[in-house]
């Protein structure tokens, strides 16, 4: 998802786990916009729509291929001049934008601030908790549970199961 902000969706969500620990900011990450055919097949497909447009401009003719949005910032990616005549387009165009679609390449900064996130990464080091009742082996008596323990999982529900699972477990063993 492209949003005002930056990227967002599930799949960024992902990836913003390991991002945010194994990178270091700034992180070039490339978008292949049309994974399912081959580099190949979105080429034969641009050309068949651009021979179906012959005289009209670049940017009127991918009008069908292309979100209304998305296709100034493609153009402009690619170095392509919008109101290119189709007539004037080339195969190498047709290979730029093809690799453009394929591998749209985006800097990312950072991750948002920690009263945005959806998930927490960090917390209490698991090997300072007892697994089988979730009390600290440091300070007796006391009991984690949810996000304060440095588990965390991709999206899916896993962080929700985490929660209500150590959230049982640490509540049973508490009242003991
Ligand atoms: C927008 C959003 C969407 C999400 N979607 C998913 C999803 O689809 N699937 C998934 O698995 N996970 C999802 N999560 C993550 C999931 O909600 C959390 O991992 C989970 O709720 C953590 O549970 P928790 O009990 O550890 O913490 P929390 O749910 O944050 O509960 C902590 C509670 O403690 C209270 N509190 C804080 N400080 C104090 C204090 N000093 N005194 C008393 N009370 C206090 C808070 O008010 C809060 O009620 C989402 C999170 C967000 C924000």
Do not use: W
């Amino acid at each position: 998802m492209f949003t005002h902000f930056g990227l967002s969706g599930p799949a960024i969500l992902n990836l913003s786990s390991y991002l945010s620990r194994y990178s270091k900011f700034p992180v070039k990450i490339s978008i292949d916009l049309l994974p399912q055919p081959s580099l190949g097949q979105v080429e034969d497909t641009l050309s068949s729509c651009l021979k179906q447009n012959g005289s009209r401009h670049l940017k009127n003719a991918l009008g069908s291929l292309l979100p209304q949005k998305m296709s100034p910032v493609i153009f402009d990616i690619a170095d392509l001049d919008p109101r290119k005549l189709v007539s004037q387009v080339t195969r190498g165009d047709i290979n730029l934008l093809a690799r453009t679609l394929k591998g749209l390449t985006v800097t990312v900064t950072g991750t948002r601030l920690l009263n945005e996130a959806i998930i927490t990464s960090g917390g209490i080091d698991t090997k300072e908790i007892n697994p089988s009742t979730l009390e600290s082996k440091i300070i007796r008596g006391l009991y984690f549970a949810g996000e304060v323990i440095d588990v965390d999982a991709l999206t899916g529900g896993y962080n929700l199961q985490i929660a209500f699972s150590t959230g049982y477990l640490s509540g049973l063993s508490a009242s003991l």
